[in-house]
């Protein structure tokens, strides 16, 4: 009796210890390709999170949709499902935080470094606070660049989006956007976008050329506008609880991961966007154009309202704000 009470102590000391070492599980649940920016940097952050700490965090990356869908997803990392996404800024406007939609304002950022000067500095900083009181924590912005328009007809001036079923995001930002172009904005998931356009349930889109090219959107679709109109990028986020739940030591391993991540994530954004637009032009299936200065003009004419149609919703301080850092 003895013999087996020291092997019941022995193995539950043995049980105990291995709970002890089992690693802290992340998972990373985003709606892209692995091989656009967003997806090649969820899987950097895994690598350089799992080396920082030791293998004492395991993070694993779920993209495509795998687990949840769009409009799924935050309240999966709410809930504590995930403890990790990468959603669109867009995202945020209907969970309440509204502020975040002055990132879907069309032509508010003439520039990547416009636009750094806002998510790197004091605006961007606060925009992610107020996720708090959401249950949420904001890590980092990545970045996705500009989109361009397509469709199944040129689309060079604002006229030739008269009645076009455009999908965007769930945004009432994107939303007023369409309809400044006197386009009928149609709401889909990201997930359901292709086969939308295949079987003519919308008639065009807009994307970075990353997105439409890893969706293979560009073949159903006849005609690309290089308009850069509009911005799109995501904010890495983690479920509060769990972030502020973990050992100082991991949190301060995971945000040094982080950072890395976010710096290699900025550095292929562009870069796979513009390899993008050539691997689309070089199928021959899809017609390129860049807008001219005058079309682009035209375009940003059609489309300002916008901004002042939304300030009651966004603030019109913290749009005044932004266009100031842009203007710098």
């Given at each position: 009796m003895k013999l087996k009470h020291v092997l019941l102590v022995l193995s539950a000391a043995l049980s105990f210890n291995a709970c002890a070492q089992a690693p802290i599980v992340i998972k990373f649940s985003?709606?892209?390709?692995?091989?656009?920016?967003k997806g090649q940097a969820a899987e950097r952050f895994k690598q350089l999170a799992e080396k920082a700490t030791n293998g004492r965090v395991k993070v694993e990356v779920y993209p495509n949709s795998q687990l949840y869908k769009d409009k799924e997803e935050l309240e999966a990392l709410q809930l504590g499902a995930?403890?990790?996404l990468a959603p669109s800024l867009a995202k945020f406007g209907p969970l309440g935080v509204k502020e975040f939609e002055a990132f879907d304002l069309p032509y508010i950022f003439p520039s990547k470094t416009a636009l750094y000067n806002v998510t790197e500095g004091e605006i961007g900083k606060s925009l992610l606070k107020k996720l708090e009181s959401k249950g949420i924590t904001g890590l980092a912005y990545w970045d996705n660049g500009f989109k361009v328009m397509s469709a199944n007809k040129p689309l060079r001036n604002p006229a030739d989006f008269k009645g076009l079923k455009m999908?965007?995001?769930?945004?009432k930002v994107l939303d007023a956007q369409m309809r400044s172009l006197g386009a009928n904005p149609q709401v889909l998931a990201f997930s359901e976008v292709y086969q939308a356009l295949q079987t003519g349930v919308v008639d065009g889109t807009e994307?970075?050329?990353?997105?439409?090219?890893?969706?293979?959107?560009?073949e159903v679709q006849k005609y690309v506008t290089v308009s850069n109109h509009g911005y799109l990028g995501y904010a890495v986020i983690v479920n509060k609880k769990f972030w502020d739940g973990l050992p100082a030591d991991i949190r301060t391993a995971l945000d040094k991961a982080m950072k890395e991540a976010t710096t290699f994530e900025k550095a292929i954004a562009q870069r796979d966007n513009d390899q993008a637009l050539e691997a689309i032009k070089k199928t021959g299936k899809t017609e390129i154009y860049t807008l001219s200065v005058k079309e682009q003009a035209e375009w940003r004419k059609a489309m300002l309202p916008v901004q002042q149609q939304m300030e009651s919703r966004i603030g019109a301080g913290l749009i005044s704000a932004i266009n100031k850092e842009a203007a710098k």
């Open positions: 985003h709606v892209v390709a692995t091989d656009t920016p995930v403890q990790m999908r965007i995001q769930s945004s994307n970075p050329p990353s997105n439409m090219y890893t969706q293979k959107m560009h």
